[in-house]
């Protein structure tokens, strides 16, 4: 039976390629982007992916604004007729700044989507799934400093997802014996214009560490997301982790960079 999925941020990067492997496995998505031309552009790319009659509808949302997402889930809700799994993607980052160099902006900005946005959506997702018959599932995405990881210039990212994590901690305590359960989606680094945005330093050093970490660990949308797309399709506990890039699978191919190079990023990955 066909599911319906909601992506926030699914207008391009991982969300968009997370949008399309669910078409292509035959279920109904709800993209959403900050503006309706590029939610109706990402439609548009994604809906001859679908197979088995599953629709593809767009709608602007800013995450960081309660309406917005509450009519995100009331359209989605009228088209398909309720919601099985809420996917709470939109994020954003910025060029790797140390602490007496952060931005106001970038401090507001990535405060506003990835944690307040997070906050808010979960909030709507879960009044919703709790008053519709069986429930539904949510995952909040993890991404660096989740898991309390620290890396010059990423101080004000890595706050976002570490709280994002305690967050995710305290939800399920709170939901553990209701209908719904909460999740995590771990992509792992993924070659996506938010991440580009990270490589991006005051220090030559920083940019030399990441590239090499990079080559190493990161994979791209069209690799990661067909994997995830397969975890939040089936039936999960409460608390449960899809995570591409495990501790295993980290270490592994640190230990295969010492006999062999992977070079992943191109000139093309570093063009503005």
């Not at 001859?48 to 995100?72: E, F, H, K, M, Y």
Request: charged content about 25%; overall charge positive.
């Amino acid at each position: 039976m066909a599911k319906v999925i909601v992506v926030t941020g699914s207008t391009r990067g991982i969300g968009k390629g997370l949008a399309g492997e669910l078409l292509r496995r035959g279920h109904h998505v709800a993209i959403s982007g900050r503006t309706q031309a590029a939610a109706d552009a990402a439609v548009d790319a994604l809906q001859p992916l679908a197979t088995g009659g599953a629709t593809a509808i767009g709608l602007a949302c800013d995450v960081s604004r309660a309406d917005d997402l509450q009519r995100l889930w009331d359209a989605s809700v009228r088209r398909f007729g309720r919601i099985d799994v809420w996917v709470n993607n939109a994020g954003i980052s910025h060029p790797r700044q140390r602490g007496g160099e952060m931005r106001a902006d970038d401090i507001r900005a990535v405060e506003e989507t990835n944690l307040l946005g997070m906050m808010l959506a979960t909030q709507v997702a879960l009044r919703g799934m709790q008053a519709q018959p069986g429930g539904g599932t949510i995952y909040n995405m993890e991404g660096f400093g989740s898991n309390g990881m620290m890396t010059p210039g990423m101080s004000l990212y890595g706050a976002s997802k570490f709280a994002l994590t305690y967050f995710n901690k305290a939800l399920l305590a709170e939901t553990r014996d209701g209908p719904v359960k909460v999740c995590y989606l771990s992509p792992g680094i993924v070659l996506t214009d938010l991440l580009k945005r990270d490589m991006g330093s005051n220090d030559p050093k920083d940019w030399e560490r990441t590239k090499r970490v990079y080559n190493i660990l990161a994979d791209r949308v069209e690799t990661v997301t067909p994997f995830l797309a397969e975890g939040i399709l089936r039936e999960q506990k409460p608390g449960a982790r899809v995570a591409w890039l495990t501790g295993g699978k980290a270490g592994r191919r640190f230990f295969m960079s010492l006999f062999r190079k992977r070079q992943l990023i191109t000139d093309a990955d570093l063009a503005p």
